[in-house]
């Protein structure tokens, strides 16, 4: 059992131009609705085994993103061995439906990963679609946010027209608690009811064995809708929760390959200090460190600058705590 140091307690309390304007208006609200928007896509031309690239893809021209050799896998996703089965049976649920269906399978339609800020759920979701080799429909929540009436609607349907065009795919919507909350509230608009409804609506409108995953991700479970939670929705919940040591430890080992080291650095004690924390909170305490290396004029990270970083992070930067004597790492 992973006891509870000093530095984890730390972290953890952690009238002239009316026509102008109104001419304006109407441009602006025009260009919105004339817009058709659509979300990255990520669509391997071939198998993931293939060393081709990957090709990322944007209907804004001005968003368009350049092409990355790197895909993202399964074995790259680290600090998550509790739920790797989970993953490979959705995996081979995509790759082959036919099998499952024979038996009776139904493939979820959606699956909703729920964890703190992070954690990596968004290479989790790339990753399962790497893996299969299907195109990735990446967009989040806060797109469909729009103060004009029906625009959030017609980018959930434009979504899922463009995952039909295609025999699999998988649509990620990221943090979709900002337009799945639960009804009712005093913060509840008509835009974002609409949109829910028609996300609702189309996921309710293709079949099982239609070849389309919709993965979302939230760090609220707590607060989205109960009927985006019933069965034939999201229905599959996979917790994605900050890893345990030999989680961190292998995050940790990630991160430093690209980071000069010095002998004397020590990963394992790193890992056993940093309970709590995540990928990216151990990934930015790297690079903390590899900056305080560069500013002392060091050739390599010692444990001395990663200690300071650990110390900068846990105290938020406050200058008032000085770095002086407090040693959460160095023996």
């Known amino acids: 059992m992973e006891t509870i140091n000093n530095a984890e307690k730390l972290y953890l309390r952690k009238p002239t131009y009316d026509f102008i304007s109104t001419a304006l208006t109407v441009l602006l609200s025009s260009a919105i609705y004339l817009k058709i928007i659509k979300p990255i896509i990520i669509n391997p031309n ?15 021209k001005d968003e368009e993103l350049k092409e990355k050799a790197d895909l993202v896998k399964l074995s790259d996703v680290k600090g998550h061995d509790e739920i790797k089965e989970d ?3 959705l995996i081979k649920f995509l790759r082959n439906p036919k099998k499952y269906e024979k ?8 699956v909703l990963l729920f964890g703190p800020p992070g954690t990596g759920k968004t290479m989790i979701a790339k990753a399962m679609a790497n893996e299969v080799g299907i195109p990735f429909i990446a967009t989040a929540g806060s797109d469909f946010i729009e103060k004009y009436v029906g625009v959030g609607a017609k980018r959930v349907r434009e979504i899922f027209a463009e995952a039909k065009k295609h025999e699999k ?5 990221d943090e979709i ?20 409804n028609a ?6 409108g293709f079949k099982d064995s239609s070849g389309i995953m919709v993965i979302a991700s939230t760090n609220r479970l707590d607060i989205l809708d109960d009927a985006l939670l019933r069965p ?3 229905d599959k919940h996979i917790a994605v929760n900050p890893p345990d040591y030999q989680g961190r430890l ?11 080291l010095d002998k004397g650095v020590s990963l394992e004690r790193i890992a056993s200090i940093t309970r709590g924390f995540t990928g990216a909170d151990l990934a930015n305490l790297l690079n903390e460190a590899a900056m305080l290396t560069a500013f002392r004029d060091k050739d390599k990270t010692t444990m001395e600058e990663i200690d300071d970083a650990l110390y900068r992070i846990l105290t938020k930067g406050d200058k008032k705590k000085p770095l002086s004597g407090h040693r959460m790492i160095r023996n």
């Open 46 to 60: 071939t198998t993931p085994s293939s060393s081709s690239k990957t090709t990322y893809t944007s209907q804004n």
């Open 87 to 89: 993953l490979e049976f």
């Open 103 to 110: 038996l009776g399978a139904r493939m979820p339609k959606g």
């Open 169 to 173: 795919a998988i649509i990620y919507i």
């Open 177 to 196: 608690d900002a337009i799945g909350k639960k009804r009712g509230g005093d913060s509840d608009n008509d835009e974002r009811i609409n949109t829910l």
């Open 199 to 204: 996300l609702l609506i189309e996921m309710d």
């Open 232 to 234: 034939g929705r999201f």
């Open 250 to 260: 292998d995050i940790l080992k990630l991160y430093a390959k690209n980071k000069r």
